[in-house]
């Protein structure tokens, strides 16, 4: 009995130290819900309602003035039927190039720039300054760049033309960058490159920071150099890193639009619609830069395509990348 | 197992949350709601923000000559007329105190207000102190009514929409043709001709006032215009042994100029950037039926200007740019203003800009009238003022736009930017006729060019639609995979498709 008892008074006790950290843990829930309140909120405005709206949308036709009614699935049988919009989703999916040049180039600046050289912290503060321009305002300043025969670009061609080569030509023109339908996709491309480059390289550069110094310096002993070092300990041990990176530039890629309306003077696609991408094509069909009306219901059905496309590409790239860190050696 | 607890918990509340927040929205949902999404739509795409970088471009996509309001915007350096200063609020007031013994008060006498929505307009002091002037004296007029004036740039159609879609619309929207027919063709727009009378339509020229006209109805009342006129850069055309002083007056001299450029000079003489409407406008052939109801531009005139240019085009003669292109007239203009091109065919509006830009080539510049075709007609751009469907107070509303645009207040803001007025009365002050500095001179020039002008923008529902078809096929043809035939053939078929749905 007494046994009992003294079994009970235990239990009670645990019990009882159980329910103190339960309250505790308790409180501590009700003071973390309360820090996350506002920002839900601003979510669930800003983010899941308009989000859940647009899935509603996507089956209507409604042109935001009154006019709205259900249209069953014929925005999307429309959307697969549409040229235009697969030209659109090509282009996107061209705009994927940029992707592996980008890591690629932000890795390979990041691996210079982790070295403890002198002044090296103005050059990731040079790198950086694209991050932190308006993507708009580096637009409009590329356009100038860009610009045929008197724009920056063209006129340094000119430049090296005459003093490097000494060739002369009195009518000089330079590739037209903007205009050429098969160049300008690719000269914008290059704005996103640009601008993206000192976004990803700080990453890697936190990446390769947290890599162990132990694990470099047991490769360093074990004779690895250079490349070598790179193959077989770095890229490894920043594969989570990359995998990071490399899904949020698709999903930028997938979905780039400042730069493109800006430089292309339109959701227009210009020049002969080799720069139509499918964000300015959505932008294009809801506000009637493209065919006239404002088609917002269209517009939504392919906004929830492209996300499909996103979403496909993502778990493309989980697949490829779920190797790495320090499991690679496990 | 607790993580998945915290994740199930995190999902339930952001529910609750959402549930609450409709329920808080209850009726209103759909209006409010689709007001949010427009933010949505745009920002799973990142919305637009540079207005003022991306004004001209958007504004003048589809207008055949480019000369947008947003571009005011940017003019902010001040036309230098002595007098003006003093001018502009007397003659304001002056306006206000000839009408008010005959102003109409409305809403029964109880308070009121109306909203107002303009283009580029704030942030230069000069045009801000002008229309708060216009304001007070409407004031006096309708001492019941408030004013509130809200200013955009480009993207004024979008706020428009969100505008409508919230609930909260304006009374007056300033939109220059091509916006307001968008806006009409959906719906989104008053028919003026139903509640003007037609001692208040006589006022404006007539061809001005018609200028959106679809059918029997007219969007808009005409508020200012700006012509295309003919800049010129003087030292370039000295080198090219050429006179300034006597431009080339038709496209046959220019083509003739070009030659010269060619040869003595890395520029080019001029850059085609009119749209086809505008061609048909110069060249007086017909973009449409009588009728309205089938194309009607796929004619021999149309065929030679397209082989004018392609002509032009092998000889290096222009740019290789598509005038129908949506950036042909920004590269145009920047072309221009870098000293690269020889006459610069634009709105006299577009002086400011070139000033404050480029000043080296503005004092270098000189200004004529636009070359002519074979109808002597010079394509205009009208910007003017609408009223939203969804606007609570039509009636005070088209009161409040008839009081902006008179005479008088027409011609003080004449006074203060290179434009010119719609009404008659306004335009036939001494004024313009002044002698002046450069902007004097292109506004007296196109004012007397105004009785030939004519907005050349196709007028008809689907307008949008067949301006892009149009400009597909035809930058096809510049671009080398289509013959000029082609193009007007494809063209032309695809407006018919159009025209009959």
Avoid at chain 1, 286 to 304: D, M, N, P, T, W
Avoid at chain 2, 119 to 132: A, H, P, R, S, V
Avoid at chain 2, 244 to 263: G, I
């Amino acid at each position: 009995m007494a046994r009992q008892t003294s079994l009970s008074s235990g239990q009670l006790e645990r019990s009882r130290a159980q329910q103190k950290i339960w309250t505790i843990s308790r409180k501590r829930q009700v003071v973390a819900w309360l820090f996350m309140l506002p920002a839900l909120i601003i979510l669930a405005i800003f983010t899941f309602y308009p989000l859940i709206y647009g899935v509603i949308l996507a089956f209507f036709e409604n042109n935001l003035l009154g006019e709205s009614h259900f249209v069953g699935i014929d925005n999307f049988t429309r959307a697969f039927q549409d040229k235009d919009f697969g030209v659109a989703l090509f282009h996107s999916g061209l705009y994927l190039l940029v992707v592996p040049m980008l890591q690629v180039a932000a890795i390979a600046i990041a691996l210079l720039l982790n070295s403890k050289l002198r002044g090296v912290t103005i050059f990731r503060a040079i790198f950086y300054v694209p991050v932190i321009t308006s993507l708009v305002v580096a637009a409009v300043v590329w356009k100038w760049i860009y610009a045929p025969d008197y724009g920056l670009l063209n006129s340094g061609i000119r430049w090296f033309n005459e003093t490097v080569t000494q060739t002369t030509i009195r009518r000089f023109h330079g590739p037209d960058w903007l205009n050429d339908p098969g160049l300008a996709l690719g000269s914008i491309a290059f704005v996103t490159f640009w601008k993206g480059i000192g976004y990803y390289m700080v990453i890697y550069l936190a990446g390769l920071q947290s890599i162990p110094k132990e694990l470099e310096e047991a490769a360093r002993l074990d004779g690895a150099r250079g490349l070598s070092l790179a193959r077989y300990v770095i890229v490894p041990l920043l594969m989570p890193t990359i995998a990071l990176c490399t899904i949020m530039s698709t999903i930028a890629a997938l979905r780039v639009f400042d730069e493109v309306l800006v430089m292309a003077g339109g959701p227009g696609g210009n020049p002969n619609k080799s720069t139509l991408v499918a964000s300015t094509y959505i932008y294009g069909r809801a506000f009637g830069g493209i065919g006239g009306r404002f088609e917002f219901g269209y517009a939504a059905a392919l906004s929830l395509i492209l996300a499909a496309v996103i979403w496909v590409f993502t778990l493309i790239n989980l697949k490829l990348f779920n190797k790495g860190g320090l499991e690679y050696y496990s | 197992m607790k993580l998945l607890h915290a994740r199930l918990s995190l999902i339930l509340s952001a529910l609750i949350l959402l549930s609450a927040l409709l329920v808080a929205c209850g009726d209103s949902t759909a209006t409010s709601g689709a007001a949010v999404t427009t933010a949505a739509v745009a920002s799973t795409t990142v919305a637009p923000t540079a207005t003022s970088a991306l004004a001209p471009t958007v504004a003048t996509a589809t207008t055949p000559v480019p000369v947008a309001t947003t571009v005011v915007a940017t003019t902010a350096v001040p036309v230098a007329t002595t007098a003006v200063d003093t001018t502009v609020a007397p003659v304001a007031t002056t306006a206000a105190s000839t009408i008010s013994t005959t102003a109409k008060q409305f809403n029964d006498g109880k308070p009121y207000s109306l909203t107002i929505w303009t283009i580029g307009l704030k942030g230069n002091k000069k045009f801000e102190d002008y229309l708060n002037g216009v304001y007070d004296a409407y004031k006096k007029l309708h001492p019941n009514v408030t004013i509130k004036w809200e200013d955009y740039g480009a993207e004024i159609d979008q706020k428009l929409l969100t505008a409508v879609a919230s609930g909260d619309v304006p009374d007056v929207v300033n939109f220059n043709t091509s916006y307001s027919l968008r806006l009409a063709s959906n719906g989104a727009l008053t028919d003026i001709n139903k509640i003007i009378k037609p001692e208040q339509k006589a006022a404006y020229f007539q061809g001005l006032y018609e200028t959106t006209k679809v059918g029997e109805a007219v969007y808009s009342v005409p508020w200012y215009a700006s012509l295309q006129i003919a800049m010129i850069n003087k030292d370039l055309f000295q080198k090219a042994g050429l006179d300034a002083s006597n431009p080339p007056k038709t496209y046959t001299a220019l083509a003739d100029a070009a030659k010269a450029f060619h040869d003595k000079t890395d520029a080019y003489a001029f850059q085609p950037i009119t749209q086809l409407p505008g061609e048909a406008l110069i060249e007086g052939f017909a973009m449409l039926s009588p009728d309205k109801k089938k194309s009607a531009f796929n004619t021999p005139e149309a065929l030679a200007k397209l082989t004018f240019y392609e002509n032009l085009k092998k000889g290096d003669l222009i740019p290789n740019k598509s005038p129908y292109s949506d950036t042909s007239y920004d590269d145009a203009l920047a072309r221009y203003k870098a000293g690269k091109l020889g006459v610069l065919l634009t709105g006299a509006s577009l002086l400011s800009q070139v000033e404050k830009d480029a000043p080296d080539i503005y004092k270098n510049t000189v200004v004529a009238p636009a070359p002519v075709g074979k109808s002597g007609l010079i394509p205009v751009d009208m910007q003017g003022l609408t009223i939203p469907n969804a606007s609570k107070n039509k009636e005070a509303a088209l009161d409040f736009a008839l009081f902006v645009t008179n005479d008088a207040n027409q011609l003080a803001f004449c006074k203060l930017a290179t434009i010119l007025p719609s009404t008659i009365k306004a335009s036939q002050d001494p004024f313009f006729q002044a002698p002046g500095d450069l902007k004097q001179q292109a506004r007296t020039i196109s004012a007397n060019s105004l009785k030939n002008a004519k907005d050349a923008t196709v007028v008809v529902a689907n307008a949008d639609k067949l301006q892009q078809t149009l400009n597909d096929s035809l930058n096809a043809w510049w671009s080398g995979s289509k013959t000029a035939q082609q193009a007007l053939d494809d063209a032309s078929k695809a407006w018919d498709d159009v025209l009959a749905k």
